[in-house]
């Protein structure tokens, strides 16, 4: 693997793929996705990595379940999250309260992360390492809506990498989402995140005739 200034040469070794479901019991119900979600032009992968360095106040907690254990708590409230699209008629996208969970992926890293030097810059040369493409998990309809992998590095520091379903949201809802998970990691005695989410994308629907 090759960056602008040098090469870098690491192993990463990788858990077996598992489902976080939310912490909770979540409806059982479809929910519609509005006519600007399942447009033509939205229906494709978005990806996303985050770097942390070493935090000498989480000494002794490991990342991994540190963010597992947030995430499903996050999946309580933003349940859509953990089911999975399918189609209506007219192709209209709709979220199945499948409650399958989302994918989460745990690695180690045989590197510290300052020697990734300029490789953690946009158009990161190592991302197929921080983020394993799951088979069977980059499509549309029928697969997980959220993928992520936590890759712990020999410094302690370690990497969120993440694939998201464009279809399902959009930055500002997945920042949301990620702000809710960091609200549940830091505080013990929170019990719901912030800012509630609300589905409400009926309303961006085309009325019938338009």
């Not at 077996?16 to 996705?33: F, G, I, M, N, Y």
């Not at 920042?175 to 960091?182: D, H, K, M, N, T």
Request: charged share 20%.
């Amino acid at each position: 693997m090759s960056t602008s200034s040098s090469s870098i040469w690491f192993t990463v070794t990788r858990q077996e793929p598992r489902l976080v479901v939310p912490a909770e019991p979540t409806p059982r119900e479809l929910k519609q996705l509005s006519d600007i979600d399942d447009q033509e032009g939205l229906r494709f992968q978005v990806l996303v990595i985050m770097f942390y360095e070493s935090n000498p106040f989480m000494e002794g907690e490991d990342p991994m379940s540190v963010i597992r254990e947030g995430l499903a708590i996050a999946l309580s409230f933003y349940y859509p999250f953990a089911w999975r699209l399918v189609e209506g008629p007219n192709r209209k996208l709709l979220v199945d309260c499948t409650s399958e969970g989302v994918l989460f992926v745990e690695a180690d890293a045989e590197v510290e992360l300052n020697q990734l030097g300029d490789a953690i810059l946009p158009g990161c040369p190592v991302l197929e390492e921080l983020l394993h493409d799951v088979p069977g998990s980059n499509g549309i309809l029928g697969c997980p809506l959220l993928l992520l992998q936590v890759t712990r590095f020999r410094c302690g520091g370690f990497a969120i990498a993440l694939r998201l379903n464009h279809s399902m949201s959009d930055g500002a809802g997945l920042v949301q989402f990620l702000s809710a998970i960091a609200e549940f990691i830091q505080g013990k005695e929170v019990t719901a995140p912030s800012v509630s989410p609300v589905w409400q994308r009926e309303r961006l629907s085309a009325r019938h005739p338009p």
